[in-house]
């Protein structure tokens, strides 16, 4: 008590001496009960600072850490996520112009192939319609040098009969050359 | 002017004694009162949950490390905000401690039987009468202790001394107590200088006088708080049961949520005291005068 009396006799010229001893005394205030107190405050300073604080500081300043680092981590990959867009946007433009390019080619390719091909085919046709036209010459002419033959064949047979004289091989011959002259188809 | 002080006059109007009592007689364990024993629970409570709060500390918060890191770091930001970022780092320990133990110590005072339960002029079957008219609680909160509130209120200040001269250094604290300022010269240099000087020697002495206003302050409003629900408790104790025991339920009921907040809001205010006080010697600024204690 007596140590704590000079703390509060700064008092004494406001209240008295004997005010401030009634005080001290009132509140009981004892230098040992404010020395265990004071200890008191120091041990639950050093549990919380130890126990409490350090850790609990360490662990912010850890998850702060951690969330700067995730927000970090979000913009790059918002960024690359931009950039890969980006990217993939060009590639599409550059296949769409590609493709186009190739479908147009394509196109154009068709078109040239089926000239091509209908040329080939006109001209094949008309291979095949001169070659008919030589084959159906060919053939008509056969057939009328087979119907000339026979046609003077059956001249000779018709003239034998009629004259009732057998013709020789000349006399064929000349009648056929004849009859052939005759006939023109 | 001397104001005379009677222990006749203030006794009838306590309802609990305002001295904290010895429990072990007053001789060499004389320091053990109601309130180191109370104040020795706050020490265990506190010692236990911060070692639950901070044992297996994960990443994701289990329920306990929650809770006490939303009260550190809802402690830690204030206090930056005031003492700012240098000074947070050195003055955050002291200032957490005297938030967490005051709060601790003013809601342990609200647990029932802790300053309800002792000797004293009452009435019951377990009543014992004390020597004296007021009644001597057998667990009183250490807040309702002037040694106790003395001894948080001398730590903060050696820890506010200590970072006041660590940051400016003696010279720079007389410099920032007594300096003139504003930079005026000649004979109104004189008279602002003159003026700045009576300001500091005002100013030391409510620096000196802090420890007594923040102790009192607390002291006064938890030993309050503890005498007006013992008061209202023992309201019908004449009008004999059941109406005793009723009465000392109900009556005093309301008032323990007002004792809550007032508890709460006593722990701020002695805080945040304690870091303004800080701020106000630690700025390097011209404008961080202290007007002195307005409490």
Redesign the interface.
């Known amino acids: 008590m007596d140590l ?1 009396s000079p ?2 006799g ?2 004494t010229p ?3 001496a ?2 401030v001893d ?2 001290v ?6 230098f ?7 200890i ?6 050093t ?3 130890k ?3 350090g ?3 360490s ?2 300043e ?2 702060r850490q ?1 969330i700067a680092d995730g927000e970090a981590k979000l913009e790059k990959i918002a960024r690359d996520l931009a950039e890969a867009e980006k990217n993939a946007k060009a590639v599409l433009d550059k296949a769409n112009d590609d493709a186009s390019r190739l479908i147009k080619e394509a196109g154009d390719s068709a078109k040239s192939l089926a000239e091509k091909r209908q040329q080939e085919a006109i001209h094949e046709a008309n291979q095949i319609i001169a070659k008919s036209r030589e084959a159906a010459k060919l053939e008509h002419e056969q057939l009328l040098s087979q119907l000339k033959r026979e046609f003077g064949r059956m001249v000779s047979d018709a003239t034998s009969r009629v004259t009732g004289k057998v013709l020789n091989s000349d006399d064929q011959s000349r009648i056929n050359q004849e009859t052939s002259a005759q006939v023109s188809l | 002017m001397a104001l005379s002080f009677s222990s006749d006059l203030l006794t009838p109007m306590l309802a609990v004694h305002p001295e904290a009592s010895e429990l072990l007689g007053d001789g060499v364990l004389g320091f053990i009162t109601n309130s180191v024993l109370v104040a020795l629970c706050v020490l265990g409570l506190v010692f236990l949950f911060s070692k639950k709060a901070t044992t297996n500390m994960t990443l994701v918060p289990h329920k306990a490390q929650n809770l006490f890191e939303f009260l550190v770091e809802f402690l830690y930001n204030r206090v930056e905000s005031i003492v700012g970022p240098k000074q947070v780092k050195l003055a955050f320990p002291l200032l957490g401690t005297l938030f967490i133990y005051i709060l601790v110590s003013n809601w342990f005072g609200l647990i029932p039987g802790v300053g309800t339960i002792g000797f004293g002029p009452s009435t019951g079957a377990l009543s014992v009468t004390s020597s004296d008219h007021a009644f001597h609680p057998i667990l009183r909160p250490p807040t309702a202790d002037l040694n106790a509130t003395l001894a948080l209120a001398v730590s903060a200040f050696l820890v506010w001394f200590v970072l006041t001269i660590k940051e400016v250094g003696v010279w720079g604290f007389i410099v920032h107590t007594f300096g003139p300022k504003g930079g005026l010269k000649g004979f109104m240099g004189l008279v602002v200088g003159a003026v700045f000087l009576f300001v500091g020697v005002i100013e030391i002495v409510s620096i000196v006088l802090r420890p007594m206003t923040l102790s009192v302050r607390l002291y006064g409003n938890i030993f309050a708080g503890e005498s007006v629900l013992h008061t209202l408790g023992g309201l019908l104790d004449k009008a004999g049961q059941p109406w005793s025991m009723i009465g000392s339920v109900l009556i005093p009921f309301p008032f323990y949520f007002m004792e809550l907040l007032v508890g709460l809001l006593q722990a701020i205010v002695f805080t945040l005291l304690c870091s303004v006080y800080i701020q106000l010697s630690t700025t390097h600024d011209d404008h961080g005068h202290e007007e002195g204690d307005h409490h």
């Open positions: 704590l703390m509060f700064k008092l406001v209240l008295g004997g005010a009634e005080i005394n009132k509140f009981g205030l004892d040992p009960k404010f020395i265990a107190q004071v008191i405050f120091v041990l639950v300073y549990i919380l600072k126990f409490a604080f850790p609990i500081l662990m912010l850890q998850r951690r």
